[in-house]
């Protein structure tokens, strides 16, 4: 069976949601501890939402220098697929794995509520079960959620197909309407909307984000 790997740090708050999605995959979800420098022996990593440390110094600064980040950084070099969620695609940004950065959002308001995604890219390990262009409901619950990087940055990720999810309607002004990008090799992806909220219509606004953890499953037979 596949094994996901799920991180705990300090003030995360969706790892037991990502766990729960990582099972209704198929796959086993495994605890990632924050300090220990231990994947376990994982096949895939999702680093979840939250408020890592307290969101001090900037949010994910200091949870990108926790001793499992090490770890995940050095096997993401090596191909393993990586998934960043909320507070998780800030801390690989601040960890390097993906460039730009998540800003205050415009008007400086948190935002609650679900939101419609373009699928820009199937050709990640975590969007390849969906249809390019495909329209995804899941929950955004972000204060700094806003994408940015420089003209050069955004034209790279643009022109090497490595937008792979926008807003349909841009609440947080991110550039762009960028909601998540992949890697240059397509193995790791951040987002800032929330997936794992969107794995059954029962508890969530759909079940449109199961197809992400669905995807990576794929991509780990596959290699």
């Known amino acids: 069976m596949t094994r996901v790997g799920v991180i705990t740090f300090p003030g995360t708050l969706d790892d037991i949601d990502a766990a729960r999605a990582v099972r209704l995959a198929g796959a086993e979800a495994v605890n990632l501890w924050h300090a220990d420098a231990d994947l376990k022996g994982v096949d895939a990593v999702v680093v979840p939402g939250g408020f890592s440390y307290g969101d001090y110094l900037r949010c994910g600064a200091i949870a990108r220098f926790a001793p499992v980040m090490g770890e995940v950084v050095a096997a993401a070099g090596r191909g393993m697929p990586v998934l960043g969620i909320c507070n998780g695609f800030q801390v690989l940004c601040e960890a390097g794995l993906l460039p730009g950065a998540l800003t205050r959002n415009a008007g400086l308001h948190f935002i609650c509520r679900d ?25 955004l619950k972000s204060g700094e959620g806003r994408y940015v990087a420089g003209r050069d940055v955004l034209d790279e990720l643009e022109g090497e197909g490595r937008v792979v999810f926008r807003y349909r309607e841009n609440l947080n002004g991110s550039m762009r309407d960028i909601a998540g990008i992949s890697s240059a090799n397509g193995r790791v992806v951040g987002l800032m909307p929330h997936p794992e909220h969107a794995t059954e219509a029962l508890t969530g606004p759909s079940d449109d984000g199961l197809g992400l ?7 780990v037979l596959a290699a």
Do not use: H, M
């Open 115 to 139: 939101v419609w995604l373009e699928v820009a890219s199937n050709s990640s390990a975590w969007t390849s079960r969906y249809e390019k262009g495909a329209d995804l409901l899941v929950p």
């Open 213 to 219: 953890f669905y995807s990576a499953l794929d991509a």
